[in-house]
């Protein structure tokens, strides 16, 4: 018998599994929940990107494409980011098609971290951080963004947290799990921080066409002398309701995404090729079918505010993302405790808070990535537990 | 007039009156005057529901009829089409471009019934030189909504991504 101790790595086995999983376990097994459990977009994929894909397959385009990516999804993509975000990137050396943004942050990370480097991660925040951080062997520092403030990252929070050692900040804005954005200000204020350093964003824009309020997305990439420290990272998964295909890229200066290639290369070799050949559609031709899900998303956003201070839990209202991010702390109980009972006496299943970060504590993400029917239900459902509880 | 309403109303149109004004930004009182107003000057026409009538044994036969006219003089397609409106089993009338002038679509409980309307009263009109009925033989996509896709969820409960 192995001792698998001696076989695995140590960075890997330090680092925890997610602290919810066994409430996650718990909900899967369970018959007619009601969820607003799901980060995942409920619209199947415009059916113009699957024909795009069944098209390419029909010619036969089934290899490897080039390590970066389809020639014609760089131009598309640097066409695309241009045109909605302002910078503008060159598609031969400044952009790269990977699997997933998931695979960018990865790779980013890794092309960057040195031993022992510090990046600064604002929570709550998506949850592969933190782990992504320290397997390339950085170190990250937290950073508890305030409901006071929007839940935005603020430039004073920033300055008490920067050190010699700091290599990157990652702004991920929209935010999953708050709804958070930020905006031209707030980036401006955060570049006087750290004009004189060589200090790394990494910005994680994958909801960047879901704002709502007439506020369209900032990418710090577009703000004054930022390009030049900025790694943008997108992907087709929320704005297309392209989740399976595994779609994203990143941006940026060419030196850093030389690197990243370089990783890509070997590890991947390329995203899905299929799945390229739909992005080039996406890009070119949905802009009318985004912004009909983006309207439903805004529909169902401010229904499911309501419905949340309707029934005594302050919510405000989230400007990007597809979630909501309600305070349960008149409840009294901790936010796992909340969702766990919640779970099994009402049987609907949301997040607590504490699954993006200890400074969720208090809060529960509820996604409106549901039929407005479904989000009706939901609600009425938890306003019948917190009226129990009251008894 | 607020072409939101519209917009919220023509996707569900059994949003309430709160959801609507929650949606839109627009006081309760608003939202009630303008959809009394935008009743009143004809443009919210009706509400009614989606239904796949296939799923039932007993639906009814449909129809599209496209129709030939001679025109009269100093009146058009108009005296025709609106005649036509008038009848119980008609759906919907089309005036059109191309080879035929107009495009009725006829609903009855039973193929016998939709020829003999169509034979007695539709071909009869003066006016109509010819009548072709094609019948619908099943239904793919009805109002925007798709008939054969019914999207079971199948995401899971959670996720933190």
Known sequence: MLNYDNVLNSTITEIQPSGIRKFFDIAATMNDVISLGVGEPDFPTPWKIRNAAIKSLERGKTGYSANRGLAELRKEISLYFKRKYGPEYDPDSEILVTVGGSEAIDAALRSIINPGDEVIIPQPSYVCYVPMVQMAGGIPVIIENKAENDFKLSAEELRKKITPKTKAVILPFPSNPTGAIMERADYEKIEKEIENTDIVLLSDEIYSELTFNGKRHISPAAVNTLKDRTIVINGFSKTFSMTGWRLGYTCGPKEIISQITKLHQYSIMCAPTTSQYAAITALRDCDDEVAAMAEEYDTRRKLMVRGFNSIGLECREPEGAFYTFPSIKTTGLTCEEFCERLLNSKKVAIVPGTAFGACGEGYVRASYCYSTDHIRTAIERIGEFLKELNK | ?161
């Not at chain 2, 959809?35 to 009814?60: C, Q």
């Not at chain 2, 409106?85 to 759906?91: A, N, P, R």
């Open chain 2, 1 to 161: 007039m607020d072409i939101r309403i519209l917009k919220l109303l023509a996707k569900d149109a059994r949003m309430s009156i709160q959801d609507l004004s929650t949606v839109t930004g627009l006081d309760e009182d608003t939202v009630i005057s303008e959809i009394t107003e935008m009743k009143n000057e004809g443009l919210i026409r009706g509400f009614r529901t989606v239904i796949d009538w296939e799923k039932l044994d007993e639906f009814y036969v449909s129809a599209v009829v496209d129709i030939k006219v001679t025109p009269k003089p100093g009146l058009g397609f108009e005296d025709v089409a609106k005649k036509i409106s008038k009848y119980h089993e008609v759906e919907s009338v089309y005036l059109l471009s191309g080879d035929s002038d107009l495009c009725v679509i006829v609903k009855c409980k039973t193929f016998q019934d939709v020829s003999r309307f169509v034979a007695k009263e539709l071909a009869t009109i003066e006016s109509v030189t010819s009548t072709k009925t094609q019948f619908v033989m099943r239904r793919y996509k009805e109002l925007d909504v798709d008939l054969e896709v019914t999207n079971p969820d199948e995401r899971g409960v959670v996720s933190s991504c």
